[in-house]
């Protein structure tokens, strides 16, 4: 059984830092492709940051050079480093994996895509 679980999620000023982890059980994250997303109140979920299964990263433009995705293979786990926060950022953050075993050559935001869903953590940044 696959489990993604978030942790991390924090309250912060504008300018700020914060990571997010993501530690996934029943699936392995190095052979496999992955998404960060996240929703605000009254808006569809976005996918802000993703890695194919080859190792290319994608961003969405409005956190790219800000938002670092990046992983832990020993700790099977998935990260989003958030730098320069702004209180456009707040959300919950969703960790995603597509199907095991999906080839996935360049990385995807599109949610449509992703078989297996965190719970989210909240991110609030306040100005």
């Known amino acids: 059984q696959v489990q993604l679980v978030e942790s991390g999620g924090d309250s912060v000023q504008a300018g700020g830092s914060l990571r997010i982890s993501c530690v996934a059980s029943?699936?392995?994250?190095?052979?496999?492709?992955m998404g960060w997303f996240r929703q605000a109140p009254g808006q569809e979920r976005e996918g802000i940051a993703a890695?194919?299964?080859?190792?290319?990263?994608k961003y969405v433009d409005s956190v790219k050079g800000r938002f670092t995705i990046s992983r832990d293979n020993a700790k099977n786990t998935l990260y989003l480093d958030m730098n320069s926060l702004k209180p456009e950022d707040s959300a919950i953050y969703y960790c995603?994996?597509?199907?095991?075993?999906?080839?996935?050559?360049?990385?995807?935001?599109?949610?449509?895509?992703?078989?297996?869903w965190g719970q989210g953590t909240q991110v609030t940044v306040s100005s």
């Open positions: 995603a994996a597509m199907a095991a075993g999906r080839l996935c050559w360049f990385p995807s935001l599109d949610p449509a895509d992703f078989s297996y």
């Open positions: 890695k194919s299964n080859n190792g290319r990263l």
């Open positions: 029943g699936y392995i994250i190095q052979d496999n492709c």
